[in-house]
DNA sequence: TATTGTTATACTCTATAACTATA
DNA sequence: TATAGTTATAGAGTATAACAATA
């Protein structure tokens, strides 16, 4: 027999789940709507906030998927115009991911409804003095050093 | 010009969303030593909690997924004996979706080890006073009203 | 030898629409 | 007519392993 999760715990757990389930399911389809699935719109995000671009296996890593399912998205998203490979000075072998204008472009078009959407279902529903504990706690569990 | 998040609420919403993600990681992973995808599992333990089973559509809103998806999960279920297919007394067009005790076992067995994880990697994160809080909040994210 | 990235491959999962049968 | 469920189909996405080129 196994110590099992009180009331609370398991409270915790199954609305940490539903209310992650929920708030990815609505911005993913609220992000179908721009054309983009959940990973482009995180790997357009992210080469958004770095100009040089990034490594594939870096951002491979930043977005938790493989090299060659990267590579795929890659495809997809070069093919729109929303992202250009460019050679790596330093190194021969390595290419990086730089987003496009249309790809920034983009981003800057899906963020205000992205933005409106996050406020509506997930920051209006937690009171102004819970945001913080809610954001510690979270933190803690996000935190690189769990496993 | 869009109202922006400030910074604890776009704190919140990454928060939210790095460590939902890691939980729901780390769980498939663990789920897939036992054979098990996240929603073979969830399959598995809704029904667990009713004996006399669930109809697929029933049980297809419960899961969000599609009839046709159902249709396809459970057959992967049956054909390893964790599910069972019985005909509803009361609606000849029904098929109401029962757990073996195969099935059974399977949840049990996984249960304790899933339990752990979900402790370490969540539960044991959280401060103990602020669990409460945390579900409140989280709870209010996952109301059935929302959106 | 190790690493970067692509390719080829195979597989899992999903939604959709058409369909059958019963309500 | 409407609903329960299955089937057929097509598509998206993923990981894996083999590979080529460079470090």
Redesign the pocket.
């Known amino acids: 027999m196994v110590d099992l999760l009180n009331a609370t715990e398991l409270g915790v757990y199954f609305a940490l789940r539903r209310a992650g389930d929920l708030v990815q399911r609505v911005v993913a389809e609220q992000l179908r709507g721009h054309g983009l699935?959940?990973?482009?719109f995180t790997v357009l995000a992210q080469l958004s906030a770095v100009p040089q671009g990034l490594?594939?296996?870096?951002?491979?890593a930043a977005v938790?998927?493989?090299?060659?399912?990267?590579?795929?998205?890659?495809?997809?998203l070069e093919a729109r115009g929303l992202v250009e490979?460019v050679p790596?000075p330093?190194?021969?072998?390595?290419?990086?991911l730089v987003v496009t204008d249309a790809g920034r472009d983009l981003v800057d078009a899906a963020l205000p409804a992205h933005v409106e959407l996050v406020r509506a279902v997930l920051i209006d529903r937690v009171g102004q003095q819970d945001l913080e504990i809610l954001r510690a706690s979270l933190d803690r569990v996000a935190a690189p050093s769990n496993p």
């Open positions: 699935s959940e990973v482009q490594g594939m296996s870096e951002l491979a938790v998927i493989s090299k060659g399912g990267l590579t795929y998205q890659a495809k997809q490979r790596d330093d190194d021969e072998r390595a290419a990086r």
